[in-house]
């Protein structure tokens, strides 16, 4: 059985029960799979579960509803199969990102780095923690990626239909590659600049998030030629809206809906958009101070504090409002196109409003 919307459900509520049970049965079968291996991989399963457990699915929920946008069957249980695979991909993602990033939480929770890390401590086994929590993550994100395809190739699709899917799914993985490899590079160059920080948004977020997985649906119900260019405008400008959101979220929402610490992104030293379009705006005195503060390994709650009311009053935080705004009208408007089908326009309609929401 696939996913069967109805008038009253969210187009992520329609999708996600399903997703969920595909991954607990594929995940089931390969936690016995490493089990035979060697019992000593149960920590690493356990953390690896654990990362899969959480999250929006707003991946699958876009290849799903890519695929119902191009005239798929909504029972088809291929569909949520695939669609599920990206959230191994997106694991896969977040495991590396917080070990990159020295995160210390995620959801709420440990990091996968630090959980592992944590576990040769309780042990006392020998060498540095540190070292051992950051190699378990980086192994048990690179499975995440092997389990993605994995999960892909054994949709139940034909060997034809998933070849044609492999165009989007390939270049969503090498794209998202590149997009965190130009996020690594712009914190260490530290220029903060709005065309870098678009770029990194681009690649990392609205292709990978939004643009890709409804080109994948796309690809399996075999319209991507014809849905390709309209599922760009929506998910590139709507990619681009989510990230933003995430940043601003990242700067000021509330620690016990986004698992992380007021201001984290601040104290990470990410240059986002809302941190290049401060330092433009921001008198050079002030910028220069905020630019010495940020990625601070010593940064205060006070200068969290001082950092915040600097993107406010310098207009940053507004500029950034605007754009959300503007780009979600425009993925809006894109929907409007006469080849996306009647009944997916709507749930699609209303993945810009979960996607841009200030609390998500």
Known sequence: ????????????????????????????????????????????????????????RLRPTFAYWGWRGAGGDAGDSRIVQAAASLEYLQACALVHDDVIDKSDTRRGLPATHKRMAKLHADHGWGGDSEGFGQGAAILIGDLCLVWSDEMYQSSGFSPETLLAGRVPFDAMRTEVMAGQYLDTLEQVRGTSTREAALRVMHYKAAKYTVERPLHLGAALAGRLEELGPVYT???????????????????????????????????????????????????????????????????????????????????????????????????????????????????????VGIATARTH
Not at 15 to 39: C, H, K, M, Y
Not at 291 to 299: I, K, Q
Not at 306 to 331: F, K, N, P, Q, T
Request: proline share 5%; aromatic share 4%.
């Open 1 to 56: 059985m696939g996913p069967s919307s109805s008038s009253s459900a969210s187009p992520v509520s329609v999708v996600r029960p399903d997703v969920d049970r595909v991954l607990t049965a594929f995940g089931a079968r390969n936690r016995e799979r490493l089990l035979q291996i060697g019992s000593e991989l149960a920590p690493a399963v356990d953390a690896l579960e654990s990362m899969l457990s959480g999250g929006k």
């Open 233 to 351: 405008d929506y998910g590139v400008t709507l990619g681009i809206a989510f990230q933003l959101r995430d940043d601003l979220l990242g700067v000021f929402g509330d620690p016990s809906t986004t698992g992380k610490p007021a201001g984290d992104d601040l104290r990470e030293g990410k240059r986002t958009l809302v941190v290049a379009e401060t330092l433009e705006r921001a008198a050079s005195t002030e910028a220069d101070r905020f630019r010495s503060l940020l990625g601070a390994p010593d940064l205060t709650a006070e200068s969290v504090e001082w950092m915040c009311g600097l993107i406010e009053e310098c207009g940053a935080l507004a500029a950034c409002e605007e754009i959300v705004s503007e780009y979600a009208d425009r993925a809006v408007t894109a929907l409007e196109h006469p080849g996306v089908d009647a009944d997916a326009r709507g749930p699609l309609r209303e993945l």
